[in-house]
């Protein structure tokens, strides 16, 4: 079982190779990620045998081969619940577009969004979420609505056959084993800065 | 030394007692939080002797401790270099204020966003961002401007002062060793999504 930070780690290597030369070396990939050559060398061989020692890695094929395992060789329909002052800068943000992500679902119940449209995707109630979900086939879902509605949507939303979430509103989602989580919770970052800084100080 | 994965838990702890009841247990936690009691008891026990075994711990007399500890016992005035879509969205945030965190400072290179305020604060020019960071004694910073302009605001930004640093911007950014930097890349977040659907589909 791969660790999640590798995983992470693996998004970023395709992300930077994307602008590289024919081919790239760890030593290059250290330099531009500010991680140890052996540490992505080693991130690599989790997936196979790619490179060649002393030369290099091949970037077309890299590129190839990281978007398989990441599963970003693909586009993917994304929900996504909650089309506020967050919702909206995610539906306008190109970079998930760029990667094969399009939020091409937008839910909210808010009756004076319902039946607008954002950047030309039309703003559904949540009422018909199940349904919506199920028809498309959509299995990766945003939450972008406020905490104390994070639960009831997640379990709407699991209803609807999502399998992966990611996050925004800071509460605390139960889901099934087979339901992939991911919590981006920015106050806590925000906590974790204020933690170094006070530290810093009394050191 | 800390594991950061801990200093997170803290910072989610934390937010959870906000709403608790006089005395809370270890088991109380680990429900709300879905980590394990254990777990919980261990990060806490990293700080000193807080709470009675069997009995739990005074909410009022934990909150202090970890406000302490995470350093939110106090205002935080930080600045935002960025008054896009992601930047409107932070500023609007409550969350933050919540826990003592105000983006006071906007700057934007923007000729039109300049001079015009947003919730009440001024747009202010990059040019004079080290002037205003070194006035106001700012140590901690969000960057929300596009992939390339990432680089230089974190010079600028580290040349003004900031010691802390929370990007979006999906950039490898290089701090000197007495800077935190904390990245938050949503775009990786939706790759690790797609991995793990794929792991999901393939097994
Ligand atoms: N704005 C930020 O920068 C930021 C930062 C960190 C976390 N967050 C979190 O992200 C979430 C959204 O923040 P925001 O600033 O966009 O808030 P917002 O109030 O602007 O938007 C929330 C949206 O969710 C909708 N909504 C509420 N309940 C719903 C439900 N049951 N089903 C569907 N839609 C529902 C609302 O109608 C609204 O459109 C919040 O949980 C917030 O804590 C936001
Ligand atoms: N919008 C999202 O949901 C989202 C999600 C993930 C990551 N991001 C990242 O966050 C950043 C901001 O995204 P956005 O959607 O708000 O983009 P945006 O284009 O709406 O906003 C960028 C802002 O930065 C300003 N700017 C550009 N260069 C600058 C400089 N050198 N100094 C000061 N200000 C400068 C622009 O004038 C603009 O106001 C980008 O790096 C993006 O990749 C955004």
Redesign the interface.
């Known amino acids: 079982k791969i660790p999640?930070d590798a995983?992470?780690r693996?998004?970023?290597y395709?992300?930077?190779i994307m602008d590289a030369q024919e081919v790239i070396s760890s030593e290059q990939l250290s330099e531009?990620?500010?991680l140890g050559a052996a540490q992505i060398r080693k991130d690599l061989t989790y997936f196979g045998q790619f490179g060649t020692p002393g030369k290099g890695y091949k970037v077309d094929q890299l590129k190839k081969e990281l978007a398989q395992?990441?599963?970003?060789n693909r586009p993917?329909d994304?929900a996504l619940v909650g089309i506020g002052?967050?919702g909206?800068?995610?539906v306008?943000?190109q970079?998930?577009k760029?990667?094969?992500?399009q939020m091409s679902l937008i839910f909210d119940n808010n009756p004076s969004k319902i039946g607008q449209e954002y950047q030309g995707v039309p703003i559904r109630s949540t009422a018909e979420l199940g349904e919506a979900l199920k028809t498309k086939n959509i299995?990766?879902a945003v939450i972008a609505v406020p905490a104390e509605e994070g639960p009831s949507v997640a379990n709407q939303l699991i209803e609807g056959g999502i399998?992966?979430?990611?996050n925004f509103a800071?509460c605390?989602l139960?889901v099934p084993k087979?339901v992939?989580l991911?919590n981006?919770?920015?106050?806590?970052?925000?906590?974790?800065?204020?933690?170094?800084?006070?530290q810093?100080t009394e050191h």
């Open positions: 999640s995983i992470k693996i998004g970023l395709y992300r930077i531009l990620t500010g395992i990441l599963g970003i993917w994304v002052n967050l909206k800068a995610l306008s943000y970079g998930f760029n990667q094969g992500f299995q990766m399998k992966a979430i990611l800071p605390c139960k087979n992939k991911i981006i919770d920015m106050a806590i970052e925000f906590s974790r800065l204020s933690y170094y800084l006070t810093a």
